[in-house]
Each structure stands twice: as structure tokens, then as C-alpha cells.
């Protein structure tokens, strides 16, 4: 029978790994996918010869994953049992950051008595940074538990040939999620000529050649490696300097990528000190400080060491996430120094472990709520789109490389094509994108534009230029991007000007403010407005239509800018009668109703005048 001490250190670790799957299912989503992630909808929804081939079309263009295929490829079976919901998507990375957390304990068990170790799997629980990346339908999170393991087996290794297996198929699976684990391969080496460094047997000192065979499986991937770095070639990345990846890589461990900069400074610099102590005076057990001390320095800053010197020849760091494999070093270290503190002088350790909680708490407050970290709002988009789409439609989507995303939320509401026109040698198509353009506003009645950019694609906003000289803009609505800007814009080729023996049903109805109502028309779930100003007005008007049944109790209301909120009254000439056409939703249970229509200062919502009674409507 196991002793109580262990029956309460594993409860506890269960507790821990109940906490860390709460806290990333928590919201999981609540926001919309972002770019990146509709990526990995592109290779969770293609069959698997197109994944293990790291290709993605764009337009007609094949291009090259950035990214190596593991993740996608384990993405892309679970996806088949799961389906690609948000919460479905991202719950694969979910479970991998889970599954990072017993991890953190058994390698810092290393090192640490089991209240330690357990401190350690707790800072990696509550990491906002881990949050962040297990609410994610991208490789980081699974990166990390490979990367980690691979640590932990290479700590074994030596010991147990299973754990030699483990080491290498870990340590390749690292490789073949995120090209950057290469970074990690010297300080395996490192630490393995540390724990060999009193071996008297060639077999024994032989293992600090271990590093190599995952080494090795990376020659299947270096054609693709030159594929994606000259698609990159100059896009990105730019050159930083170490002081700058530093602090990045601080705040980001410490609390995360959701918190002010010049909030997170003092979280950081407590976050730091403890580090700092745990090196210089590590609570360890069985006399290991040297090789702690070592080891942890070595897990941090070979590989940061290896990114900058090669950044010196191309750039390589991007952002704090592709070196999130470098983290659980930071946490060990953290937890060695709340150790030591709290055997030297305790009431200092509480305050610190508290100013470290509550930067925790904040970062995580900021993740889940608040929308300045938030996603991009892609769901708003596509619910404006979808209520306010009707036949003879026709979208432009800018840029190409955002149509998975828009087909994710959008479907096929409408006729689509991406512009502008992409190259195989980069170069721009104006002449093609301006008759696409044209032909759109000839054989359609209104053409959206919905604007996602990429500084790639469409840097000079050309499409944009394109449509406003061809056409008029009618409407245009912004919503929140915190990566993207996102603009949805309505053209016509020229305003809906009539004549009255244009209107189906006539009619000529004063409002105040120089409006007349000269006539409106009815045909399925379509109603047309003519509009017509006495004078020019300095403000646009809005309209309110509605559907009420014959006791008077509403059955539907649309209220809107006549033509939209860029073609509105202040923009039209005196004498001009303007058609202003509504989509209806046909109400139920069948009935009688009447159609009600009211126009009003856009501004305060004043009424114009009287509620006026158009007619009777039959829904059978």
C-alpha cells in the first residue's frame, strides 16, 4: 500500500491538471478563429495526401506551409471524429497543453522535493501564455508537450532504453511540429556532456550523440524549409535585438501576451528576481545545484544564443510563441527561487508569489473579457453580411489568402472571387483586377467588398481605389480586428436614380425636413422606397419599415440608411427620386399584415412625421 504522503502528491497533481483543463476550456469559443488559425482549417479539412504535401493553394498560386505537417496531420484525424467547430479545433491543442502539465512535475521532480515540483506544474498551469496558445488552433501547444517531453526523456535516457526510444521519437515529432525545436537540439547536448562527463565507458559517453538522430530526420525537411524561407523572402522576418527578444520572452513567460506593457514591467521584474534567486541559491535536492543551475541556463539561452547569432544572417524571431518550447525552464526556475525564499525568509516569498498571481489574474481577466485582447470579430461580419444579402448580389474578398476564413463563416451566401489577381513571380495584375472589377458591376447589382488585408498581397489598397472609381459606395462598416482590419463595403455602379413611371405603386407623401415618399413596390420578401428631397439636407435620414399584424402587435422591424451610411440624404441632389430597395423576412403564421414605414433623424431617432400604412400583405 503506497504511503499517504504520495496518495496526497498525486491528488494534488490531479487537482492541478483538473485545474489547468478548466482554464483552458473556460470560453474556448467564445471568440471568433483568427487568420492563422483558418490555416489549419485549410489542413484539417483537405484529405492527407494534401497535408503531408504542406502545400495551400491560394487562387492558382501553390504555396508552401510555413509550418511543418505533424500538427496538421494529427489535426486533420482528429477533426474527422471531432469536426471543426472552434471548440473543436482548438480543443486538440487544448489537450496537448493538458497534457504538458504532469510534465513540468515529473522533470522538476529532478531536481525538486514533491511540493516544489508541484509548485512548478502550477506556475505552468496558470501561464496566461499557455492559455493563450492551448485556446488555439495552432502548433504551439503541441510543440511544447513534445519539446518537453523530449527534455524529460533525455533526462532518463541514459538510464533506460525505452526512455532512449521516447527521446528520439519525441525529440522528432518536436522537429516535424515547429521548425524551431532545432534551436533545442544544442542544449540537449549541452546537458548530456554535463551528465556524461564522468563516464568511463566509449558506450556510456557515446550518448551525448543522441541529439543527432533527431538531427538527422531533419534532412526530409530542409527542401521544404527552402520552399517557405524564399516564399518569405522579403516579407518578414525583420532583425531584433537580444535585448528586445529578452523582453519579450520575459513578459510573455511571465504574464503573457495579455497585459500592458507598461502595466506588466513590475510583474515582470518580481517574475525576474525570483528566477534570479532560484539560479543562485536553488532549493534542489540530493546536492545537484551545479547541475541545475546548468541545466536551466543552458534550456533558456542556448537556444535564444542560436536564434540571434543566425538572426545575423537571416532573421528569424517573429514573436515570443516560436520559442515557447524554452518556458518550462523559466517556470523551474521561478519555483527554485519561491523555494529558496521561502526557507530563508517567507513572508518575502508569499509577497512575491502573490505579486505573481495577481499579474496572473490580470493577464487572464484580460483573455477572457476584455476585447482589446480579443480575436478578430469575423462572426460580426459574416451575421452583417448574411442579414443583409439578397439576390443579384456579388462579393470581392481582399485578400486571397483570407478565403478559407471567409468560407468558414461566410459558406456560399453569394458569388465570390478574391482580388486582386496573385503572380507566381509577385508581380501585380492591375489591367486583370480592374475588368474583373467592371464585369462585377455589370452583371450585378450590388458588388460587397470585403476587406481582410494582408500587407502582402494588396499593400496600396488598389482593389479599394478600383472599386470607388468604377462605382459608388453605399455602406461601410468596420469591425474589430486586433491582427486584421476588417472592412465590408457596398458598391453600386451608379446611384438607383428612377423615374416616376418607374413606380409600381405611386404616391407622394410629405415629411418634414424637405423628404417625400413618391411610391414604393412589393415582390417576395422585397420591398422598393422612392425617396425624393425638396432641398438639399445637411444629415442622413434613416427609415424604419415594419410588418404589424391586424391587432397592431409588430411581426418585424428594419430600420436603416436609405442606400447605407455613405450614399445616405446628405449626399443626394434635390429632384432626384432614389430607390431604396429592403429584404423582408416573411413573417409567421400566415396572416394579414400591414406594411408601416417611418423615416427619422438618423442622429436622435426624432420622426420625420406620422406613421404611414403603405398597404395590406397576404402571407398564406
Known amino acids: 500500500m503506497k504511503s499517504s504522503p504520495f496518495r496526497v ?182 546537458v548530456l556532456v554535463w551528465w556524461q562527463k564522468n563516464s568511463k565507458r566509449w558506450s556510456e559517453r557515446a550518448y551525448v ?43 510573455s513567460f511571465s504574464v503573457g501576451i495579455t497585459i500592458d506593457l507598461t502595466s506588466a514591467w513590475w510583474f515582470d521584474g518580481v517574475w525576474f528576481g525570483l528566477w534570479l534567486i532560484g539560479i543562485a541559491l536553488p532549493n534542489v535536492m540530493n546536492n545537484r545545484r551545479a547541475e541545475f543551475r546548468l541545466f536551466d541556463l543552458a534550456y533558456l539561452f542556448v537556444p535564444i544564443a542560436c536564434v540571434q547569432i543566425l538572426s545575423y544572417f537571416r532573421p528569424l524571431y517573429q514573436n515570443s510563441r516560436y520559442l515557447i518550447a524554452l518556458s518550462p525552464a523559466f517556470y523551474l526556475g521561478v519555483a527554485a527561487g519561491i523555494g529558496a525564499l521561502m526557507q530563508r525568509w517567507k513572508p518575502a516569498a508569499l509577497a512575491a508569489l502573490s505579486v505573481c498571481l495577481i499579474g496572473t489574474g490580470m493577464s487572464l481577466n484580460n483573455l477572457y473579457f476584455d476585447p482589446r485582447w480579443g480575436k478578430d470579430d469575423h462572426r460580426a461580419w459574416a451575421a452583417s453580411l448574411r442579414e443583409r444579402a439578397r439576390p443579384g448580389d456579388f462579393l470581392i474578398l481582399d485578400s486571397p489568402h483570407t478565403e478559407e476564413l471567409y468560407r468558414y463563416y461566410a459558406g456560399d451566401m453569394m458569388p465570390m472571387t478574391t482580388l486582386p489577381i496573385l503572380r507566381a513571380d509577385g508581380k501585380s ?48 462598416a468596420e469591425f474589430a480586428g486586433t491582427s486584421t482590419q476588417i472592412l465590408l463595403s457596398q458598391f453600386m455602379h451608379a446611384l438607383p436614380i428612377v423615374e416616376p413611371s418607374d413606380i409600381q405603386h405611386p404616391l407622394d407623401i ?11 413596390a412589393l415582390a417576395s420578401g422585397i420591398v422598393k422606397l422612392y425617396w425624393q428631397l425638396a432641398e438639399p439636407v445637411g444629415e442622413d435620414y434613416a427609415v424604419s419599415l415594419r410588418l404589424v399584424d391586424l391587432a397592431g402587435k409588430s411581426a418585424g422591424q428594419w430600420d436603416a440608411v436609405p442606400l447605407g451610411n455613405r450614399a445616405g440624404s446628405s449626399t443626394w441632389r434635390a429632384g432626384q427620386i432614389i430607390e431604396e430597395t429592403r429584404a423582408v ?21 426624432f420622426a420625420l412625421g406620422e406613421v404611414i400604412t403603405l398597404g395590406e400583405i397576404s402571407i398564406p
Open 9 to 190: 502528491q498525486r491528488l494534488a497533481l490531479y487537482g492541478i491538471v483538473l485545474l489547468a483543463f478548466a482554464l483552458r476550456v473556460y470560453r474556448l469559443d467564445a471568440q471568433a478563429l483568427w487568420w492563422d488559425e483558418s490555416l489549419s482549417v485549410y489542413r484539417a479539412t483537405r484529405d492527407l495526401a494534401t497535408v503531408f504535401a504542406n502545400t495551400i493553394r491560394i487562387q492558382n498560386i501553390l504555396t508552401v506551409d510555413t509550418l511543418p505537417q505533424l500538427y496538421f496531420v494529427l489535426l486533420n484525424l482528429f477533426a474527422r471524429a471531432a469536426g471543426i467547430s472552434e471548440f473543436a479545433l482548438r480543443f486538440f491543442s487544448v489537450v496537448a497543453n493538458v497534457a504538458t502539465t504532469p510534465l513540468l512535475f515529473v522533470l522538476a521532480r529532478r531536481w525538486f522535493a514533491p511540493s516544489m515540483a508541484l509548485l512548478a506544474a502550477s506556475l505552468g498551469t496558470l501561464a496566461p501564455l499557455y492559455v493563450w496558445y492551448a485556446q488555439e488552433a495552432r502548433p504551439y501547444a503541441l510543440v511544447l508537450f513534445w519539446s518537453t517531453l523530449a527534455v524529460y526523456a533525455l533526462a532518463r535516457a541514459c538510464a533506460s532504453r525505452l526512455w532512449l526510444g521516447v527521446y528520439v521519437v519525441s525529440g522528432i515529432a518536436a522537429l516535424y511540429t515547429h521548425y524551431y525545436s532545432i534551436f533545442l537540439l544544442p542544449f540537449h547536448f549541452v
Open 209 to 251: 550523440l543522441l541529439p543527432l538522430v533527431p538531427l538527422a530526420a531533419t534532412i526530409f525537411l530542409l527542401p521544404q524549409i527552402r520552399a517557405s524561407a524564399a516564399g518569405n523572402a522579403g516579407t518578414g522576418p525583420y532583425f531584433v535585438p537580444l535585448e528586445i527578444i529578452l523582453r519579450d520572452l520575459l513578459n
Open 429 to 476: 495584375s492591375p489591367e486583370i483586377d480592374l475588368q474583373i472589377v467592371r464585369e462585377a458591376y455589370r452583371q450585378n447589382v450590388r458588388v460587397w467588398f470585403l476587406a481582410m488585408h494582408t500587407p502582402f498581397d494588396d499593400p496600396e489598397n488598389r482593389i479599394d481605389k478600383i472599386l470607388n472609381q468604377e462605382g459608388v459606395l453605399l455602406d461601410q
Open 585 to 605: 423576412v416573411v413573417p409567421r403564421p400566415p396572416g394579414i399584415y400591414r406594411l408601416q414605414v417611418v423615416p427619422y433623424h438618423a442622429a436622435t431617432g
Open 510 to 520: 410629405a415629411f418634414a425636413g424637405h423628404l417625400r415618399l413618391r411610391g414604393y
